[in-house]
């Protein structure tokens, strides 16, 4: 039986580009490079307008704290400093580079001079650092701090390959295209941890990358492993996935460090490899471009900083009128409301979708107690119960039902046969909540 | 598409079709999740109805054409009741979500055929007005609308919802008494008569739509393959039914009781139909399972001991007044949590 965690939803996959080749998106002639693309701090520019940088220099650099800097990922000029208010409201500050079609190097970017076997664990992390590397999978953790923070304390290293939310195939598309990055950034990521192992995590609607990575691993990879789990969302969570393959459970508020696991995903360790090996900092990456209005549909690799525009004008641009653009899967995605929103390190996806595709909230009907969102609910909750005493302003109670411990996966609205809005009740609750506490 | 150099882009590798759709100046932000399940309350209702018509079906040739206008007023009755109801109180009108043709079909089939129409109308204005509707609608009632109707009719006239004569049906066959089999067997204290069979096909006395247990299960079946219902409820209910019949059998049936118990009255419409009504039963795998044994154990009291033959509409309407707290105390172990939260929440 395949290992898999209680709860989730089947969801429609739409994996309509699992077997499209990735292509490399045309140099494009501007791109926006945000300076806060990670969680923690935002970057302080080193560059000021009219200065002209080469691909893969260093434009912004982080103080103390938690943080990443960020690279060029062109050559060319820089033309501004822009501040704008990103799709989640927060004021950021993009680099503008207009392109010069050089692609000059910055000198940082030379094959390493000693073999990576021979470095030592800090001399690693601070090479993934200064590459400024952090997780591909979305939430945009830095990696260096991830692996400080695990350093010492965990047994288990896994490769969240899930990719559970319909759509998105960058990772799958990696995985088959280039499978010994990704497999020797994960034994350099399983040395630097002073571990024996590690594990790749990958759902069984890929067969074909199961099969790549185990004959790959059997052959010159004796310490990692493939487990197979079954295609049910959220498997991509990591509590989720530490659940199915080691059967421990996450606590709210603790880290995956606090059970001993983890997890990184495929498209972090082959950064990673990059960076120890040859100086190359985290500047483009593989972004699926879907949705019922893009035309074809592709897997592109794309510097950071592109304007989802030129994404979807690669693939054809659209044959339907769109109403949104999601940043992300469908599931936990976020809605744009600028279509020349930059790429950042985060960006796995873009969506372009129809009125007919998305879910209109057309009609709330009252909760008829059918239970499926509890069934769904891959944390336990009762997010029906949550729901109905949000909507009566009662946070107290939504509290003594879960609702702090809510990942906002998004099953439960989901599945609603009566639609209703149940976890932006819950989202509610939460901010409700912390605000008392401010 | 290859690595492109400056000329490409100069040359205009993006040209797009003349009339192309573009993206509007800005586009519409809502909060995720941005697809749903093509599932919704109406579809639902409807497989509801589907999973009723073949023992309905089967009630109108066994019983007789009259089956079919008690279950067509029964209906009307109800969504006519639904919209006057919301119409007067400017409320916004709900039928079209199906629940209303549900409950009256579903009473419709737990009355005898002989049930007078004036009667029969009253029962479905008091499910749908007082049991429904003054609680705030579906979803917000507490006992199940069609079950409480059916008890209304059963003291209010208790001679016309006793009496189950067999008008002449299409079907002539077997001679059928009047008395229900579980009357036969509580009078006579035996099960001189009965029939496995007929009672699994529903060649027997009874209300319309309990008699064919068959057809009923297949009923049943079709909503667990839909996931419109979950398996705990029933099997529960049927399981704690055959489990006391087994042990504890009357009238000297010994182990034939356990399929006498199971397929006669309104056990298989109860427990595959109105026991797993989603607004009055619980929503916790656990509190499922409790609130299926507690069907079972009330609806074998009243059948042992109770002064009427048939346990399984109170059975149902007592399980009903304990859905809240079934809820509240089988919580599901949160995630990462250790100890169970118990209770907890003021009352809804």
Redesign the interface.
Known sequence: MKQTFRGGVRLNEHKNTDHCMTVRLPSPKRVYIPLSQHIGAPCTPLVKPGDHVLRGQLIGEVGTGLGAPVHASISGTVVELRTRHNALGTVVTDVVIDNDFLDTPAETMHPASTPPETWTSEKIIAAVRDAGIAGMGGASFPTHAKMTSALGKVDTLLINCAECEPYITANHRLLLEDPMTVLRGTRLLVRALGLSSGTFVIEDNKQNAIDLLRILCDASFPELKVAAVRTKYPQGDERQLIYAVTKRELPSGKLPADIGCVVFNPATAAAAYRAVTGGMPLIARIVTVDGDCVKEPKNLLVPIGTPFRDLVDACGGLIKEPKSLISGGPMMGAAQWNPDEPVTKGTNAILVLSADATKPYAGEHECIRCGRCVGACPMHLMPNYIAAYTKRGDYESAKEYGAMNCVECGSCSYICPADVPIVQYVRRAKNALRQKKA | ??????N??ENG??D??EG?????A????????????R???P??MIDVLIALLPAYVFGVVWFGLRALLVGVVSVVACIISELVFEKILRRPVTVM?G?AAVTGLLLAMNVPVTIPIPYLVIADIFAIVVVKCLF?????NIVNPALAARVFLFVSFPSAMASFARPAGFLSADAVTGATPLAAIKEAGSIEGIDLLNLLLGKTGGCIGEVSAVLLLLGGLYLLCRRVI?WQIPVAYLGTVALIALVFPRANGGLAMVPIELLSGGLMLGALFMATD??T?????VG?LIYGVLCGLVTMFIRYFGAYPEGVSFAILIANLFVYYL?RYT????????KK?LG???K?
């Open positions: 598409m290859e690595y492109t150099k400056q490409d882009v590798v993006y797009m079709p192309a759709p573009s993206f509007p800005l586009l519409t932000v809502s909060p995720s999740p941005h697809q749903k399940t599932i919704h309350v579809r639902m979500d629940s705030g609608g579906l979803g917000k979950s989603y607004a039963s619980p929503v916790t795998s499922r809820d919580k599901p172990t949160l995630f990462g949590g250790k939260l907890g929440g003021k809804l």
